[in-house]
């Protein structure tokens, strides 16, 4: 089966502050992407999404930006806090179908 | 909003039966499912593609004799692991989706809809 990377790097944030995940994406013909956050021992769950025909998105706290010419995607999460604890993936897909692959995968922990 | 819904959502089996897993729509028909597999600490891995009344489409490495995929009517997929070993064990996630392509119509991805996982051990 396909999967974009195998590793889960952690990022650690003080409770409050910004966030910042990012993502290299594999397939430049991929024209739509998506972030999901994955809770321990659930399902993925959507946060946001963005067509490639844009370079930002915003969301309620959450901001996508993708960055085309070097295939990178990143999710800004404003204020973090506790609850946003989790595994983030981005996912990227061809907006003529609804197949999505999975990138690696990025663990926000929050410090008090 | 939609629900997806996966039955068992634990099973411990033994090595070399067969398990089968379930994925219902609970609101919405669901013309296409996907199976993902997650081992610990690791991404999703996109396994198979559903249409219902079709044949899946396996992905490339996923071996279609070993993960039988059922599709038989719109609201239940159903993954079938079959000789499970305990390579096998893992956690088994289902999406299933209306649209052929999440951006029709102006929808987005969020019209991808996952349900909680089935975590699979195999002793």
């Known amino acids: 089966g396909e999967s974009v990377g195998l590793h889960l790097p952690t990022l650690s944030v003080q409770e409050g502050d910004n966030s910042i995940i990012n993502c290299a994406y594999s397939?430049?013909?991929?024209?739509?992407f998506i972030w999901y956050k994955q809770e321990s021992g659930k399902g993925p769950q959507f946060i946001i999404d963005?067509?490639?025909?844009?370079d930002k998105r915003q969301g309620q706290r959450v901001t996508v930006l993708l960055n085309k010419t070097v295939k990178h995607l990143s999710l800004q999460i404003a204020a973090t806090q506790p609850g946003d604890s989790a595994v983030y993936f981005c996912?990227?897909?061809?907006?003529?179908?609804?197949?999505?692959?999975f990138g690696s995968g990025t663990r926000l922990s929050i410090r008090p | 909003g939609a629900v997806v819904s996966q039955h068992p959502s634990w099973v411990i089996c033994k090595s070399g039966t067969s398990v089968k897993i379930e994925c219902r729509s609970l609101?919405?028909?669901?013309?296409?499912m996907f199976w993902y597999r997650q081992f610990p600490k690791q991404s999703l891995m996109l396994m198979a593609t559903?249409?219902?009344?079709?044949?899946?489409?396996?992905e490339q490495g996923v071996e279609k004799d070993k993960f039988l995929i059922n599709h038989a009517s719109l609201t239940l997929s159903t993954l079938t692991v079959t000789s499970a070993h305990p390579e096998d064990s893992s956690f088994y996630i289902c999406?299933?989706?209306?649209?052929?392509?999440?951006?029709?119509?102006?929808?987005?991805?969020?019209?991808?809809?996952f349900g909680e996982g089935s975590r699979l051990t195999v002793l």
């Open positions: 999406s299933a989706t209306d649209t052929l392509g999440v951006w029709t119509s102006g929808r987005g991805a969020g019209e991808l809809f």
């Open positions: 609101d919405f028909q669901a013309t296409t």
């Open positions: 397939n430049s013909a991929s024209d739509y």
């Open positions: 963005i067509r490639s025909n844009m």
């Open positions: 559903s249409n219902e009344g079709s044949k899946a489409t396996y």
């Open positions: 996912a990227e897909g061809l907006s003529s179908a609804s197949k999505i692959i």
